[in-house]
């Protein structure tokens, strides 16, 4: 595909006027805008910065600007035009029309995708809940954004490790495993087995206030697992596989795998040395028996590496990690997708790293994001407050079988259907806002097939599927002798056209940003661009030209959404 802007770019760099004011070629480039309005071009180049060294306004430098370029029109461009302080490029639509939706259709679902000469991994660390805890809507967004960072990144070329850093450690084992033995059962762990764990730590908590006895017992069952004891060892196990069990079956419903469920169990051997090394370098400091680094230098209280009794800590385990990663991996980049609440815990981390004398810690990324909260009365849980996202998930597929009964919705296999629907508008839901904000889970927002949710895009995808089974075998031949973009150059094509031509620079940007929602965006701009389309056009008409050229266009649009709903975590059903 043509790169339009590096091709304005490399024209105004070489004018006159731009070298006297001294900017590089890659100023003019970092300068060039895309209009909000279309009727300001397709690409716009702001004349301020040179205004100072000129000594002109921008407006008379845009006109010098014009005189200058003459006849030398960078390729595509078919009008330029000084409106105020902006030079306005004008593209040949018909050009760029045959230009991408011609490569959209060569790259098929390699469209947007790209190659790095980096050949370090790029590790993205998400879901990660706590075993013997509820896997509860809270965790929704770590796994779903951080899936689809993940996505992202390895579409951009990376090889990418997808890892859950389960919480499976700590001593809150200590209190699970005594209060199993007194007041737990096998039978009951092995029916429901989170709940079952969740109401003896729980029932713990209320014994042990008046029974402090029972704090000092659970420390002492946490060290013998410390140690390995075969007999706590094995529970522990056993309430971890159960544990995943569940875990899992959420996971096969989001279609979500992990390269590895190293959590923080799998440190507990390797923390010796975190300790060991922070001794040596200087920066370990006892404190009322407790180990801790200080970071008053850096305005945050001090890490505690070491409890009084010995025990290590989450930060602890966070730091060994890390360490294991870079020598195991030997990472580009660590990615960790995990909320906001625990900024000050990574920033601490983070800093110790530093301390340590490790640079890499520049390559560890927290990528927070805010709160979720549900609608009220919304859910009945099995424990009360918590909702289940295995429940929200079932939930979600059983409303969009009833809506799909309702809408009497074009589909051979209602299950299946309902299936992709359901589970895709709940991500899409998750994926359709900034992540750093707060947001609350509505169901009618969620499932709504006419907003800007995952039906409405899903359903636009089915819609340019059926167009393209219609069309036959013409369809799969449209591409073959080159797109006729006159056909495509209406008001009614161009801003379809445009959308998927920037497709790829909203790919790149969402991965920079470890922002997901730009691509959410971007693909509900090209649904949405596509129903106009649909609806102001007929696709398969008599003229043969014309017929062709819309085809094109329609199979294009399908691919994109597909390829979107892809790196989302979405799946994209054909009929619905
Ligand atoms: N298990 C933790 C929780 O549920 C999240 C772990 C985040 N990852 C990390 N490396 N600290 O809060």
Known sequence: MIDFQAEIAGVVAGLPAIEEAGLSAADVLDLIE????????????????????????????????????GQKAPVGVSRI???????NFFLDRALVARDVVGAVLEAGAAYGSATVAERRPVIVEFSSPNIAKPFHIGHIRSTVIGNSIEKIYRFLGYDTIRINHLGDYGTQFGKMIVAYRKWGSEEAVNAAPIESLISYYKKFH?????????????REVFAALER????????????????????GRVYDMLGITFDSYNGESFYSDKMERVTDELAEKGLLEESDGAQIVRLDAYNMPPAMIRKSDGSTLYITRDIAAAIYRKETYDFAKNIYVVASQ???????????????????????????FGLVSLEDGVMKSRLGNVVFLEDVLTRAVERTKEIIIEKNVNTDDIEETARQVGIGAVIFN???????????FRWEKVLNFDGETGPYVQYSH???ASVLRKAGAEADTVAADGVNGECLSSDRAYPLVKLLGSFPAAIKEAGEKYEPSILTRHIIDVAQAFNRFYHDEQILVEDAAERRARIALVAAARQVIATGLGLLGVEAPDRM
């Not at 007999?231 to 596989?241: A, H, I, N, T, V």
């Open 34 to 69: 895309v209009p909000a309005d279309s009727a300001k071009g397709d690409y716009a180049f702001p004349c301020f910065r040179l205004a100072k060294a000129l000594r002109k306004a921008p407006p008379a430098i845009a006109a010098d600007l014009v005189q200058q370029l």
């Open 81 to 87: 035009q000084a409106e105020g302080p902006y030079l």
């Open 430 to 440: 998750e994926l359709a806002n900034n992540r750093i904000k707060d947001y609350v």
């Open 342 to 368: 625990q900024n000050l815990h990574f920033s601490q981390w983070f800093t110790v790293l530093r301390l340590m004398g490790y640079e890499w810690a520049a390559d560890c990324v927290h990528i927070p």
């Open 206 to 218: 209320e014994e042990a206030d008046s029974d402090p006895a029972l704090e000092d017992e659970a």
């Open 462 to 464: 089915a819609r340019a």
């Open 228 to 247: 390995g004891s075969e007999e706590e060892l094995k529970l522990w196990q056993w309430f971890r596989e159960e544990s995943l069990k569940e875990f």
